[in-house]
T-cell receptor, first 115, second 112 residues
Framework: AQSVAQPEDQVNVAEGNPLTVKCTYS??????LFWYVQYPNRGLQFLLK??????LVKGSYGFEAEFNKSQTSFHLKKPSALVSDSALYFC?????????????FGTGTRLKVLA | EAQVTQNPRYLITVTGKKLTVTCSQN?????MSWYRQDPGLGLRQIYY???????DKGDVPEGYKVSRKEKRNFPLILESPSPNQTSLYFC???????????FGSGTRLTVV
């Protein structure tokens, strides 16, 4: 069965500092991994994805994510946080060849960037 | 503008009164999906559709129905809503299973 875990409900970081939002997953087969961001009273917006290839994936708004197969992780990172990055972040996974289009989201991590 | 449009944005209804939440996308996407978002539970998939007339259950399908008669539309039907279906609902579409979703703006449903 597919699953994804975001172990931190909230992450606080000072503006200008690097940020990391953690995600671990479990799938059968190769994973398709995604990050989304949700601002208050808005729908989710796609940030980046990993399908295959380089383990470091670059996405929108200066975000990047590192795929680690041995640790089954896909952590979201940004070298220098902005106050405007404060939002709710979701990791999602689908297993390649899983035979379904089930697409599982984590429970979300609230990022708070402090000025 | 490429988008997923959901209606209504807000809905308060009474237990047992059938309702439909509409979803339409203008991107010719094959894949569409419905999610509900509840505090502490993240997004849970209700139903998805891989193409016209092809739908399948997600993780929380009980109490919901969907149909996909046209590629652009994927309505969510609650035949007899109950208070535990009070939630924030999102429709989403993608061009392929390996691509990210485009989400609608959400429908906040309250069942009293």
């Amino acid at each position: 069965a597919q699953s994804v875990a975001q172990p931190e409900d909230q992450v606080n970081v000072a503006e200008g500092n690097p940020l990391t939002v953690k995600c671990t997953y479990s799938v059968s087969g190769n994973p398709y991994l995604f990050w989304y961001v949700q601002y208050p009273n808005r729908g989710l917006q796609f940030l980046l994805k990993y399908i295959t290839g380089d383990n470091l994936v670059k996405g929108s708004y200066g975000f990047e994510a590192e795929f680690n197969k041995s640790q089954t992780s896909f952590h979201l990172k940004k070298p220098s946080a902005l106050v405007s990055d404060s939002a709710l972040y979701f990791c999602a996974v689908r297993g390649e060849g899983s035979g379904t289009y089930k697409y599982i989201f984590g429970t979300g991590t609230r990022l708070k960037v402090l000025a | 503008e490429a988008q997923v449009t959901q209606n209504p944005r807000y809905l308060i209804t009474v237990t047992g009164k059938k309702l439909t939440v509409t979803c339409s996308q203008n991107m010719n996407h094959e894949y569409m999906s419905w999610y509900r978002q509840d505090p502490g539970l993240g997004l849970r998939q209700i139903y998805y559709s891989m193409n016209v007339e092809v739908t399948d259950k997600g993780d929380v399908p009980e109490g919901y129905k969907v149909s996909r008669k046209e590629k652009r539309n994927f309505p969510l039907i609650l035949e007899s809503p109950s208070p535990n279906q009070t939630s924030l609902y999102f429709c989403a579409s993608s061009v392929a299973i390996s691509e990210g979703y485009t989400f609608g703006s959400g429908t906040r449903l309250t069942v009293v």
